[in-house]
């Protein structure tokens, strides 16, 4: 079965430093993995997704991840917050060829970002 | 403009009243999904369909029905609501066969019964 850990439920940075945040994925079958981000009130929008190309994955608004298969993570990294990052952040993997359309989301981890 | 439509957007009724929900897509996607969002638990699949006429449970089915009678609907159905169903709901759609695509959300319903 899939399954997705995301550390921390509450990230707190400060506008400019580093975002991290961490993922940590179960399958059976080589992943598919994505990130996902939810503003307030609204639908949650894709950000990057690996799909067995290059490792590190470049998404919008300065975000990237990087699949690591030893350590079985994907963590997502922006190297300077902006304001306007403050949104929830959910890690999902890809089903199996038997279910390969369901994609299981972790818990989500909310980023509040401080001037 | 691709796009997955969920109406309505805010809903409170009371218990035991049935309601639907509706969901609409334009990207003649083969695969449609249901999920609710709760605080500290993510995003829960509800039911999901692979093509018109086929559907099947997700993790969280009960109390729940869903139809496809057409490609692009995907209504979810609440015959009798109970407060354990307020939530945040969103509807996906995907593309078939392609585990790499990932979803596209409506922007989602917050329905509440009291």
């Known amino acids: 079965a899939q399954s997705v850990t995301q550390l921390g439920s509450h990230v707190s940075v400060s506008e400019g430093a580093l975002v991290l945040l961490r993922c940590n994925y179960s399958?059976?079958?080589?992943?598919?993995l994505f990130w996902y981000v939810q503003y307030p009130n609204q639908g949650l929008q894709l950000l990057l997704k690996y799909t067995s190309a290059a490792t590190l994955v470049k998404g919008i608004n300065g975000f990237e991840a990087e699949f690591k298969k030893s350590e079985t993570s994907f963590h997502l990294t922006k190297p300077s917050a902006h304001m306007s990052d403050a949104a929830e952040y959910f890690c999902?993997?890809?089903?199996?060829?038997?279910?390969?359309?369901?994609?299981?989301f972790g818990a989500g981890t909310q980023v509040v970002v401080t001037p | 403009e691709a796009q997955v439509t969920q109406n309505p957007r805010y809903l409170i009724t009371v218990t035991g009243k049935k309601l639907t929900v509706t969901c609409s897509q334009n990207?003649?996607?083969?695969?449609m999904s249901w999920y609710r969002q709760d605080p500290g638990l993510g995003l829960r699949q509800i039911y999901y369909s692979m093509n018109v006429e086929v559907t099947d449970k997700g993790d969280v089915p009960e109390g729940y029905k869903v139809s496809r009678k057409e490609k692009r609907n995907f209504p979810l159905i609440l015959e009798s609501p109970s407060p354990n169903q307020t939530s945040l709901y969103f509807c996906a759609s995907s593309l078939f066969g392609d585990r790499g695509y990932g979803y596209t959300f409506g922007s989602g319903t917050r329905l509440t019964v009291v």
């Open positions: 999902a993997v890809s089903g199996t060829t038997d279910s390969w359309g369901k994609l299981q």
């Open positions: 399958s059976s079958v080589p992943p598919y």
């Open positions: 990207m003649n996607h083969e695969y």
